[in-house]
């Protein structure tokens, strides 16, 4: 456990994982000065919040004092190549991860989930089972709340489901969880990582570089990429496939998803019974059951909470069907990945809302299926220009300045049948708070028509 009693510590980011931590820091009867280079008109609600628990702060640019600390707390949403964290570095000063900071004060088990898509839908879930399995179960991380808001609340015979991003495993020290899972691994977020698929893998596989022989690892059989770079751990392994047999972990076998350990089916279900669809959610759930199983958990209310397990807002999430149009809020893609899952899983004809603050996307990957589904897309955001000159010559594109400008045009283009998808393979920040806010926007404009 940190010692930081009386120690003054340096919280750089003042949205949810900084809020968490400068909290905690205070509560545990440390000196914590929060510092965020945004500006005060975006973070109102934070400098209301930060005032009102009397701890320090300033904004809109990290000064000197940000330096005076004995220990400094990064949020997940801060570069780690920033300024303040390269001058923090040249002065020695010990540097790390709310998830991090956090893991030191839970004596909980800690599920850690990380891959590139499906996260939040998989965290979701198992927490969801857990406590539908009797067992008292958290989720938080970059879902709900921050890790540091639960850490402390929490008690040996309970469980966290957290959802880890590689940012947040880039600067971990000793974060150990019980359960690591990691579901996948396809390029993403490469601006973070100089435009290396390898070093953004390896910042993945760090979630179980602590692990030990009692601990356990669930990984995709399936992700190529994952496969490419895995090291063997010295935690117990377990896989989950929906196209091989699987000796301890998962695999999909005539419709039918069953866990196996040694070779022996402890537990089976048809896909059929599992509510939410698509392989990429079978091979979701298969983490989950694995976990589930872990712990020897019922299984007949494993299969119930499968059964009535809804999914997740912002995911594939229909909005409303106006006259035969379907509206589908997908603002949860911010990579192009998940755009081949959205695309996937319609049979109708698509117009797609492409764009927001590009990552190095790489809009090959969704070429073919574009030109087979799509019949128009409407490229919004700061990427705006660089979606519209690499799909134009390939299937109808239109720049639009916002969403209330794109539902009124589809409004008037779509027909009976079609699927107006929001599915950007973007960020959200260079017009919206977050993921969420993006996709709430679009589901009240749509809900006002």
Not at 381 to 395: I, L, M, P, T, W
């Amino acid at each position: 456990m940190l010692e930081i009693k009386n120690k003054k510590i340096s919280i750089i980011g003042a949205v949810r994982s900084g809020l968490g931590a400068a909290k905690l820091a205070k509560q545990l009867g440390a000196i914590p000065f929060v510092s965020d280079a945004g500006s005060e008109e975006k973070l109102k609600s934070s400098i209301e919040y930060l005032k009102n628990e009397k701890i320090d702060f300033e904004i809109s640019n990290h000064t000197e004092k940000v330096f005076d600390c004995d220990l400094m707390i990064v949020s997940p949403g801060v570069p780690s190549d920033s300024e303040v964290i390269k001058n923090a570095k040249t002065k020695n000063i010990k540097i790390i991860s709310e998830l991090e900071f956090a893991s030191s004060f839970c004596k909980a088990n800690v599920i850690g989930i990380t891959g590139t898509n499906g996260k939040t839908t998989t965290t979701s879930l198992c927490d969801y089972l857990f406590n539908e399995c009797g067992v008292k179960s958290y989720s938080a991380g970059n879902i709900g709340l921050a890790f540091s808001e639960v850490a402390t609340a929490t008690k040996e015979s309970e469980f966290v489901s957290l959802e880890i991003s590689s940012f947040q495993l880039d600067l971990i020290d000793k974060f150990k969880p019980k359960v690591a899972m990691i579901l996948n691994i396809t390029p993403d977020h490469l601006n973070r990582y100089e435009n290396s698929v390898e070093k953004y893998a390896l910042s993945k596989l760090k979630i179980y570089e602590n692990q030990d022989a009692n601990d356990y690892l669930i990984l995709s059989k399936d992700s190529e990429l994952l496969n490419q770079y895995f090291k063997k751990p010295k935690s117990n392994v377990l896989f989950f496939s929906t196209s091989k047999k699987v000796t301890n972990g998962c695999y999909l076998e005539n419709d039918e998803v069953r866990f196996v350990r040694n070779d022996v089916v402890e537990f089976s279900c048809k896909v059929s019974e599992i509510y939410i669809k698509g392989e990429h959610n079978i091979q979701n759930a298969m983490a989950v059951i694995i976990a589930a199983k872990i712990f020897n958990l019922d299984n007949e209310k494993i299969l119930e909470a499968l059964k009535s397990f809804k999914g997740v807002e912002h995911r594939l999430e229909l909005v409303r069907d106006i006259e035969g149009i379907k509206f589908i809020n997908d603002s949860k893609a911010t990579n192009v990945d998940s755009v081949v899952v959205a695309l996937k899983s319609f049979d109708d004809p698509i117009f797609l809302i492409l764009g927001g603050q590009d990552k190095g996307n790489d809009y090959s990957m969704i070429e073919d299926l574009v030109i087979e589904k799509v019949k128009k897309i409407y490229a919004i955001g700061s990427s705006a220009e660089k979606v519209f000159n690499y799909f134009h010559s390939k299937v109808k594109t239109e720049i639009k300045k916002d969403f209330d400008d794109v539902i009124n045009t589809a409004l008037s283009e779509a027909r009976e049948g079609d699927v107006v998808l929001l599915s950007p393979a973007c960020a959200s920040f260079d017009m919206f708070d977050n993921y969420e806010h993006r996709g709430k926007v679009f589901k009240e404009i749509i809900n006002n028509k």
